[in-house]
């Protein structure tokens, strides 16, 4: 029988949100620690936060994670009803042909549609083996394009993939939108679990939005002062991070599955220059706390990407000590994102 834990993923990879669009997992979010946190509130920009209060001098420790997933936007609906559409957040072009997507409607709806492109026959015939967004576009079966606006899908509407969370071989599990349903569920757990720990440690629980294209939610916490009181002591960024598969490529990173947690200790982006390196202070508290636990640890350096810890960093005058600890995982950024179960509860221990 699979673990709450396991559980809880299920049902938050089942809700819909692609950056902009959380609602739905906000809310589940909200209703499940409400009984739990002595304050519980939305900012302006549609972050999250749970607190539990403490006695004056308590420390000060900040969860943090993102809601939002991949996904894609509409760019237009044509009269014969095929949807345009183009990428949200880091997508390989080729994850798109075939797959079912549920787009959202202006009320909330999710409508079921099909990337599709021409056949392979004629990409052959016209060199289009590899085909880029502008040669694709979703059809909703068989509505045409009014059709298709009538049930409030327009440009501007977005939608994620539609992939049912699932179990595999090997204690390992799949879905949509493990990055990152998997810190959410991660972060629910830590709040609840920390509750015995009242009036010792003053505990805020961040879900952010809008990772995905640009780490903007984070990057608003304390700007907002939406972590009033006492500045925190120390954050944590829980997310996931690309683990090697079972053939070595050369760009592989010698992290993974099965064998632990991640800790990043740099990560760079240059294009944007977004990128953040803890403390090593910080980084020599992650590592002494799961030795005490006995939970096995990675560590890795990467060049190429970012989390929510490059600007929760710098959303504080004069900064924020910020560690990230991630979930190895295998095909980010796909319908079918997998993990095994062994190095989720190994994070949840930590």
């Known amino acids: 029988m699979p673990s709450p834990l396991i559980e809880r993923m299920r049902a938050l990879c089942a809700l819909p949100g692609p950056p902009g669009r959380e609602g739905a997992v906000r809310e589940a979010i909200a209703q499940t620690l409400l009984p739990h946190a002595d304050r519980l509130r939305q900012d302006a920009f549609g972050n999250l936060i749970a607190q539990q209060r403490a006695g ?25 009803g095929a949807v345009r559409f183009d990428k949200v957040g880091l997508l390989a072009d080729g994850v798109f042909p075939g797959r079912e997507i549920d ?19 004629q990409q052959f015939l016209h ?17 045409d394009g009014a059709a298709v606006r009538k049930l409030g899908i327009g440009p501007g509407a ?52 809008q990772e995905e294209v640009g780490a903007r939610g984070a990057s608003v916490l304390s700007v907002t002062h939406t972590l009033e009181g006492k500045p925190p002591d120390l954050a944590v960024v829980l997310d996931g991070v690309v683990a090697d598969g079972p053939v070595v490529t050369p760009d592989g990173r010698g992290l993974r599955m099965g064998a632990g947690p991640v800790l990043r200790r740099f990560d760079h982006h240059p294009v944007t220059f977004f990128g953040h390196i803890p403390p090593p202070e910080a980084v020599a508290w992650v590592k002494e706390t799961a030795r005490a636990a006995g939970v096995p640890l990675q560590e890795d350096a990467y060049v190429g990407s970012f989390t929510d810890a490059a600007t929760l960093s710098r959303s504080l005058p004069g900064g924020l000590q910020v560690v990230n600890l991630n979930l190895p995982r295998r095909f980010a950024h796909t319908p079918v994102e997998m993990f095994l179960e062994s190095d989720l509860e190994a994070l949840s221990a930590l």
């Open 127 to 143: 060199g289009e083996d590899r085909p880029a967004p502008a040669q694709m576009w979703i059809e909703m079966g068989g509505l």
């Open 103 to 121: 787009l959202l409607a202006e009320d909330g709806a999710l409508h079921r549609g099909i990337v599709s492109i021409r056949g392979g026959h």
């Open 158 to 209: 977005m939608g994620v993939f539609h992939s049912p969370f699932a179990g595999l071989g090997g204690g390992a599990w799949k879905s949509k939108a493990i990055d990152n349903r998997s810190g959410c569920a991660l972060c629910i757990e830590a709040f609840l679990n920390a509750r015995p720990l009242a009036g010792r440690l003053r505990l805020s629980a961040a879900f952010c939005v």
């Open 56 to 80: 004056e001098g308590a420390p000060h420790l900040l969860l943090q994670c993102h809601m939002d997933e991949v996904g894609v936007v509409v760019t237009a609906v044509e009269p014969g």
